[in-house]
């Protein structure tokens, strides 16, 4: 397999920035769309990140916020026109807390307050993929409102989800109680997890794949130690995998500063991991664990130290001084079982109103085996203010294939648009930011919706977007690329 280092990508990435951007779509469809921003929530890491999915060739659901308490579930064909739109009352205290679907239901959980009792609830409403008429609501789960915010996590396939509540004792984390439904909101099973045995840790991750095994992470040891174990659904085994990611090497003392997990269907979970220095807090290196639980075994990939000379390649690329600020973004896991790790620069400038910065993304490529074959860095200078936060900036990523296509809001050479950027998962070899078209408006208000934007196939996506036409409102856009 062919190896590209570093130095290369920078040259080639480089040489990018002096190339005339070339307008990709080949056909944009517009209609009007309405919308009103998110004005509450943590900003900087999004609920619900993805409020739009595709449900065949034509025809995608949105879930878009209507007025300060109304949401919308709707349905889009290939006209751009909703075929149904179902609207969605907040009462008292209650926001959105997940979006999914399956081949025949639309799913919204919602995370309801109630101040007069004292308690919180997760709350499930299923909607009729085909005619949008809500056919279920159910109560998934309830705690007291003092105790830590109620949790779920659904399947890629929206055929199951987990509600979860967990359970402290001086701010540490002792259990989850857990409640497992299938797509009809049929609970499957009730399930503890008891984490006292585990030792000291604050949280934990829980995801759940499409057999409704359940996967719970956490970090124990000071943030040395990576704790996986798996529940299932038909009796009480529980398959623990645990590694020391952490602790001392060459004398350097280093402990684990952010993970990132993927959940793929073949009971694996990928864990990617970024290390940084005890006494120095800078970074150290990449690690990632594949947790296979059908092989009942763990694969490591080799570890990828930051040296001196990394991070001065990295830094004369960006025009940085030093490392900082960066954060594990995604674990892209292709159909043969290669692997793509991307981390993203994202920071505010400080301050209750300052501006949010999203800056370049590193990539790390793995073969099958997870061997490592190539790493790049991404150039992109993006910013917003608070009011927006990472919702219209930072990107989105799709892969097809062994083909990675990455859609960015940017201001290139004068020019504000939406780009792609087209790279191959085996080699790494990439392509120069391309303009799809739509000239995005560049000024304080919102021009690009990055929630909304879904893959329709791989030559087609929708976004929503506002023109830089003074007149014009948001627009809903199906564009479809050049072969």
């Known amino acids: 397999?062919?190896?590209?280092?570093?130095?290369?990508?920078?040259?080639?990435?480089?040489?990018?920035?002096?190339?005339?951007?070339?307008?990709?779509?080949?056909?944009?469809?517009?209609?009007?769309?309405?919308?009103?921003?998110?004005?509450?929530g943590d900003q900087y890491n999004q609920r619900i990140p993805k409020k739009a999915f595709a449900i065949s060739p034509t025809d995608f659901v949105i879930l878009s916020r209507k007025a300060d308490n109304t949401y919308a579930v709707e349905r889009y064909g290939a006209d751009l026109k909703a075929s149904w739109s179902t609207p969605v009352k907040?009462?008292?205290?209650?926001?959105?807390?997940?979006?999914?679907?399956?081949?025949?239901?639309?799913?919204?959980?919602?995370?309801?307050v109630s101040v007069e009792q004292g308690s919180q609830a997760l709350y499930g409403k299923l909607f009729d993929v085909k005619t949008g008429k809500e056919i279920k609501q159910a109560k998934l789960l309830e705690a007291p409102s003092k105790s830590r915010r109620l949790a779920v996590a659904t399947s890629a396939d929206g055929s199951k989800l987990v509600a979860y509540h967990s359970i402290t004792k001086d701010e540490e984390l002792r259990s989850i109680q857990a409640a497992v439904y299938d797509a009809s909101l049929t609970k499957i099973k009730d399930r503890l997890y008891d984490l006292a045995s585990a030792g000291n840790q604050v949280s934990a991750q829980v995801q759940i794949d499409n057999h409704g095994?359940?996967?719970?992470?956490?970090?124990?040891?000071?943030?040395?130690?990576?704790?996986?174990?798996?529940?299932?659904?038909?009796?009480?085994?529980?398959?623990?995998?645990?590694v020391m990611l952490g602790g001392v090497f060459d004398g350097t003392k280093v402990y684990v500063m952010d993970t990132y997990f993927k959940l793929h269907q073949d009971s694996s979970l990928y864990a990617a991991v970024l290390t940084a220095e005890e006494k120095k807090g800078?970074?150290?290196?990449?690690?990632?664990?594949?947790?296979?639980?059908?092989?009942?075994?763990?694969?490591?990939?080799?570890?990828?130290?930051?040296?001196?000379?990394?991070?001065?390649?990295?830094?004369?690329?960006t025009g940085a001084k030093r490392l900082e600020d960066i954060y594990l973004s995604d674990i892209l896991i292709s159909n043969e079982g290669q692997t793509l790790v991307i981390t993203e620069?994202?920071?505010?400038?400080?301050?209750?109103?300052?501006?949010y910065h999203a800056k370049e993304l590193l990539l790390f490529a793995y073969d099958e085996y997870?061997?490592?074959?190539?790493?790049?860095?991404?150039?992109?200078n993006q910013v917003a203010p608070a009011a927006e936060g990472f919702a219209g900036i930072s990107y989105s990523a799709h892969l097809v294939g062994n083909r990675l296509q990455l859609l960015t809001l940017e201001t290139i050479k004068g020019k504000t648009?939406?780009?792609?950027?087209?790279?191959?998962?085996?080699?790494?070899?990439?392509?120069?930011?391309?303009a799809v078209g739509l000239n995005v408006a560049n000024d304080k208000q919102v021009a690009f919706v990055k929630d909304f934007t879904t893959w329709l196939d791989e030559r087609t996506i929708t976004?929503?977007?506002?023109?830089?036409?003074?007149?014009?409102?948001?627009?809903?856009?199906?564009?479809?690329?050049?072969?």
């Open 90 to 112: 907040m009462v008292g205290q209650e926001t959105v807390e997940a979006f999914s679907h399956n081949k025949e239901t639309v799913l919204l959980i919602t995370h309801r």
């Open 345 to 355: 620069k994202k920071y505010t400038d400080g301050g209750e109103n300052s501006d």
């Open 417 to 434: 648009d939406l780009y792609t950027r087209s790279i191959h998962l085996l080699t790494g070899a990439s392509e120069a930011p391309k």
């Open 282 to 317: 800078e970074y150290h290196s990449l690690k990632m664990v594949r947790f296979d639980y059908a092989a009942g075994n763990m694969r490591f990939a080799d570890e990828f130290k930051f040296t001196p000379e990394f991070t001065q390649k990295i830094t004369q690329a």
């Open 1 to 40: 397999m062919r190896t590209i280092s570093l130095v290369t990508f920078l040259l080639l990435l480089t040489s990018f920035f002096f190339e005339t951007s070339q307008v990709l779509a080949q056909k944009i469809r517009s209609s009007a769309f309405t919308y009103v921003p998110e004005e509450a």
């Open 213 to 242: 095994n359940q996967f719970v992470s956490i970090l124990t040891n000071n943030s040395m130690r990576l704790s996986v174990r798996r529940y299932n659904n038909r009796d009480n085994e529980i398959k623990v995998m645990e």
């Open 370 to 380: 997870l061997h490592p074959t190539w790493n790049s860095v991404i150039l992109k």
């Open 463 to 483: 976004a929503v977007n506002r023109p830089s036409k003074a007149s014009a409102g948001l627009r809903l856009s199906r564009i479809t690329f050049k072969n």
